[in-house]
């Protein structure tokens, strides 16, 4: 007989609430900060960005928040998303690991970002905005929102990353074809863009204040952020509640290794929160691991401290890892992967040693992407390529090793609008991409003293 190679859920055994980490966590995170006081924020300094449900999220130590019948109608349209056991991947590199690929590719943007810009969108739109801004790096978030958007009858518009809009017109369509409206950051629309030439390649850090700074402006708009805080971590835990009952319906006891990449932390935390839950509450056992790029090190080589999560200090100060708001990261191909921090909530619990980071050069991660493309059939964003890489160097430590883990791996999204990425790789014009001590040291130098 066939072996199982695709495992799923019934319309019953759907998430119907989300997963907040912080009620299970042994030590409190620390609190937002306002910019101005130093003192940690309160729901009215975050009014003017965003409504007051996502405000409540925000702040919230409740294990487990109800998901709106309007946002489960919408997610039943492409969830649960697949979780797949790569057989073929594993007889191509001789492991006894059984690997799991958790893949949000199936979603209508492509990526796991709508599992957040469709309750961003229905939050807002209920209490009567009309206008959404944002940032986008690769594109994927634009995309999300953009379609969240037009099922809402919103407008939206997107600032996207200089050197990701350059690159990636297909991206950039992809996002108007939703209805969105996409500018090119930094853009002269804004003062936090007019700071910087407009051939600067940009950075997350410059296009969120971009957006930020738009949004405050106008009473009918508010603004929606595609990672890194905690109401859009919670959004993407429905997909570590369905990998953990899927597991279960492909006979595994659970994970022993759960890896996810990391940019801002969305994918990353939606995927091993659940997972880690386990861990607290359950006292399981699974190694926890984000996988970030060699040339934004942030969790590896960045610094635990308060800093803004934007450019030009237009935000709360958040306590995480980071390189510094002024960091501008390298031209890498994983667009979604170049921001200067870490979500807190994931730095948190790296820093309190619950989960492990690891960086990986770009060349070896499209090495796993294209390896698994020609196996499992699915060509990963250049993102999830960093996951695939360090599952791949598990699997194949587990082959020395002579023990069989069960790898789960999130695939977030997929790369089919980023074969300019792999054209590159495959001509071998990829080259490396680490960041200096130089550039480190002079990036964690803007990184403002907070006495707390």
Known sequence: MTKPMTFTLSEDERPTSWYNIVADLPVPPPPPLHPGTHQPVGPDDLSALFPPELIAQEVSTERWIEIPEAVQEIYAQYRPAPLIRARKWEEKLGTGARIYVKYEGVSPAGSHKVNTSVPQAYYNKINGINRLTTETGAGQWGTALAYACSLFDMECEVWQVGHSFDTKPQRRTLIEVFGGKVHRSPSRMTESGKAFPEDHPGS?????????????????????????????????????????????????????????????????????????????????????????????????????????????????????????????????HAGGLRYHGMAPLVSHVVHEGLVEAVALEQDECFAAAVEFARTQGIVAAPESAHALAQARREALAAKEAGTEPVIVVGLSGYGLLELGAFDSYLKGNMSGDSLSDEDLAASLAGIPEIRV
Do not use: W
């Open 204 to 332: 997350l850090g410059i296009a969120i204040s971009e957006a930020v700074e738009l949004a405050a402006q106008d009473e009918g708009a508010k603004y929606a952020l595609g990672s890194v805080l905690n109401h859009v971590l919670l959004h993407q835990t429905v997909i570590g509640q369905e990998a953990v009952l899927q597991l279960a319906k492909a006979g595994e006891s659970g994970a022993d290794l759960v890896i996810g990449c990391a940019g801002g932390g969305s994918n990353l935390a939606g995927l091993i929160f659940p997972f880690l839950r386990e861990n607290l509450v359950e006292g399981k056992t699974a190694r926890l691991v984000a996988v970030e790029p060699a040339s934004c090190p942030t969790m590896t080589r960045g610094q635990y401290a308060y800093d803004f999560g934007d450019t030009a200090g237009l935000t709360p100060l958040m306590k995480m890892y980071t390189l510094g708001h002024d960091f501008v990261p390298s031209k890498i």
